[in-house]
């Protein structure tokens, strides 16, 4: 929840992106995900979009939502 406020509400994408990173190492729910990734493609960190989407494609979770976004390829701010 915080790293949603920082990225739409405070409009800070580093800052979103750390704690959405912190948030991920202890738990990966499909809502933590998309999170990580709206902050990351708000970040322009490639890196990270190239992580999860590894991940994603490990762990065979199927979300509607992050298959947008990531389609969407979109690493704006």
Not at 17 to 32: I, S, T, Y
Not at 34 to 52: F, G, K, M, N, Y
Request: proline letters at 3%; zero cysteines.
């Amino acid at each position: 929840e915080e790293a949603r406020f920082t990225l739409h509400l405070a409009k800070d994408p580093q800052a979103a992106l750390m704690l959405a990173k912190d948030n991920w190492a202890v738990q990966k729910e499909p809502a933590d995900a998309r999170i990580l990734l709206e902050a990351a493609q708000a970040a322009r960190d490639a890196a990270v979009v190239r992580t999860l989407q590894s991940w994603l494609d490990t762990s065979k979770l199927q979300d509607v939502q992050l298959q947008r976004l990531l389609d969407a390829g979109y690493l704006g701010g």
